[in-house]
């Protein structure tokens, strides 16, 4: 059983979780021994029981395929709820149990959410940023958050508050599924303008997320103070324009960085073309070392970016050096503490939610083990697998 982050391990570890929360969690013979003789059981003498999967970039308004903002704007609300739902169920079977929605449209995503939360619909608990502020003709106009100027700055940002968001979503810059729209380095709002984001989403007690390719819009939003930055490629008009003391900034500041590798990512190396990719790569580690906290996140929902392949996007991490044991890391407790949850989940640990993952084999030596999922329970709700097992449910072992 993992515990928590650096390793921490207990050999023949149990938990007992209640009312979904995790009530005991330790060796397996002291938690047996605070579990009542009725309390449900299951075992997996071979697995690996460790906390929820935290996917930190999502997009469950958008469908994966080859042109998933006309489907989008195709699609009812009925219909593309029906279609979110089903994306989160997704999430869910993998050892997802927690992910960050960030852009969605007419607040989907937050009744999707509170429908989760109720037990209604299965999927993981969902951090949803409501409607993104862009540009007039921005990037993710048709979403529906278009402002101009700061009054209108502020009002988006109240109206998202009021509809119950978890935090702000900015396109810093332009990006790339926008037809027509500005080119992907290209900043839409101002150092002054993203200042007001952060402050008025600071007053309202939420983060702010800036998706940034470029340069220019990266430095606008470090200098706002933004809580993450998505993608930071560092793009600019002629090429990559990558700035050390931006870099430093970014360390110092505690921001972290999702640079939403796509479960594709290998995919996206050959049709970018490998050198290029590689020097892109290449700048994520070196961002790694000079400090900056990197956050794991999937895009999902953009072209080629599935929901059930978050596993591919963390193994991007491995190809830019860091190990398995770094990656779990990185996925549960550290995407916590970045996100500002670590105080009910990302560990195994009594009083946190019941966010548990059971995997055949060894996911700290080997990534892949994370692709046998045997049980996944979200909020004390199981899902998964061995749920339509019942050779699981009658093995003595306390769970």
């Not at 529906?144 to 988006?156: D, K, L, S």
């Not at 992907?184 to 998706?211: K, M």
Request: with cysteine; hydrophobic share 45%.
């Amino acid at each position: 059983m993992v515990t928590g982050p650096g390793g921490q391990v207990v050999p023949d570890g149990a938990v007992l979780y209640d009312g979904g929360l995790i009530a005991a969690a330790g060796p397996r013979a002291e938690v047996e021994a605070q579990a009542g003789p009725d309390v449900p059981r299951l075992a997996f003498p071979e697995g690996t029981l460790l906390p929820g999967l935290i996917d930190a970039h999502v997009h469950l308004a958008l469908d994966a395929g080859p042109d998933p903002v006309a489907g989008l704007q195709a699609a009812g609300d009925a219909e593309l709820y029906a279609g979110m739902a089903d994306r989160a169920g997704r999430l869910l079977a993998t050892g997802v149990t927690t992910a960050r929605d960030l852009g969605d449209r007419g607040g989907l995503a937050v009744r999707l959410r509170d429908e989760i939360a109720a037990g209604r619909v299965p999927g993981p608990r969902l951090l949803s940023a409501g409607t993104p502020l862009t540009a007039v003709g921005g990037h993710c106009w048709f979403l529906g958050g278009e402002v101009e100027g700061i009054g209108a700055i502020r009002e988006a940002v109240r109206r998202n508050a009021a509809a119950g968001v978890d935090l702000i979503k900015v396109m810093a810059t332009g990006g790339g599924i926008t037809k027509g729209g500005p080119a992907v380095w290209q900043a839409q709002f101002t150092e002054e303008e993203l200042s007001v984001v952060v402050a008025e989403a600071r007053s309202l007690g939420l983060p702010v997320a800036a998706h940034a390719h470029g340069t220019e819009g990266i430095a606008a939003a470090v200098a706002a103070g933004v809580d993450t930055i998505e993608h930071c490629t560092w793009m600019g008009r002629a090429g990559f324009d990558v700035r050390e003391d931006l870099v430093d900034a970014i360390a110092a500041g505690g921001i972290a960085v999702c640079p939403a590798a796509s479960p594709d990512w290998r995919g996206f190396a050959q049709r970018f073309g490998p050198e290029r990719a590689e020097e892109m790569f290449g700048r994520l580690r070196w961002m790694a070392e000079r400090g900056v906290r990197l956050l794991p996140g999937t895009d999902a929902g953009v072209p080629h970016a599935v929901f059930d392949g978050f596993v591919s996007s963390l193994e991007f991490f491995e190809h830019i050096g860091l190990a398995p044991a770094e990656i779990v890391d990185l996925a549960t407790s550290g995407a916590a503490r970045a996100l500002g949850i670590d105080g009910d989940t990302g560990r195994l640990a009594a009083g946190f939610r019941a966010d548990l993952l059971v995997v055949d084999g060894d996911p700290l030596t080997d990534l892949a083990a994370l692709r046998a999922v045997r049980l996944v329970v979200a909020g004390g709700r199981p899902a998964g697998p061995s749920l339509a097992d019942p050779a699981d449910r009658d093995l003595p072992d306390a769970f």
